[in-house]
């Protein structure tokens, strides 16, 4: 905090940009809100997931997809409204999808639609199974390809 406080004086005693003057202060001013903000922010944040935690149990997957849902949709939502550089709405689109593909996979989202329903229902069964699972190997790849590649850039 000291160190900030010797900026904000040397901008403003060396007449600097007001520019400079300007993140001298703003720097000086999130320091010490900053122990007001954070309760604010942890109790959203509990909130925000209370919801999903009280409903999950640790014998299923599902619950596991339904909060990774929960972080990329609003992760999606700060790049989509409050993001800062030029690749925000990519990234909002890349959080998106990740979204979809873990609320199918917590929902468990794959039903066969029923006019594909053969005369022979074992036949009907087996492939609707099989389809179900072809459906949502293909959406954790598509989470694990989107995490492996972008993970390291969704940060604003």
């Given amino acids: 905090m000291r160190y900030e406080l010797k900026c904000l004086y040397r901008s403003i005693r060396e007449h600097e940009s007001w520019?400079?003057?300007?993140?001298?202060?703003?720097?000086?001013?999130h320091k010490l809100t900053f122990p007001i903000r954070l309760p604010y922010?942890?109790?959203?944040n509990i909130l925000a997931y209370s919801s999903i935690l009280y409903r999950d149990?640790?014998?299923?997957?599902?619950?596991?997809?339904?909060?990774?849902?929960?972080?990329?949709?609003?992760?999606?939502?700060?790049?989509?409204?409050?993001?800062?550089h030029a690749g925000d709405h990519r990234i909002a689109k890349q959080l998106t999808i990740a979204a979809e593909c873990c609320r199918?996979?917590?929902?468990?989202?794959?039903?066969?639609?029923?006019?594909?329903?053969?005369?022979?229902?074992?036949r009907a069964r087996k492939a609707s199974i099989a389809h179900e699972s072809y459906l949502q190997d293909q959406d954790l790849e598509?989470?694990?390809?989107?995490?492996?590649?972008?993970?390291?850039?969704?940060w604003d």
């Avoid at 520019?19 to 001013?29: D, F, I, K, P």
């Avoid at 922010?41 to 959203?44: A, E, K, N, S």
């Avoid at 199918?104 to 074992?122: F, G, I, T, V």
């Fill in 19 to 29: 520019l400079e003057v300007r993140y001298a202060l703003s720097t000086v001013w």
């Fill in 57 to 84: 149990r640790d014998w299923d997957q599902s619950f596991l997809f339904a909060i990774m849902e929960k972080k990329f949709r609003r992760m999606r939502h700060l790049f989509q409204y409050h993001g800062h």
């Fill in 41 to 44: 922010y942890g109790l959203r």
């Fill in 104 to 122: 199918r996979l917590a929902e468990e989202d794959y039903q066969y639609p029923s006019s594909y329903l053969l005369a022979d229902e074992h």
């Fill in 142 to 154: 598509w989470i694990g390809k989107l995490l492996r590649k972008h993970a390291q850039t969704w």
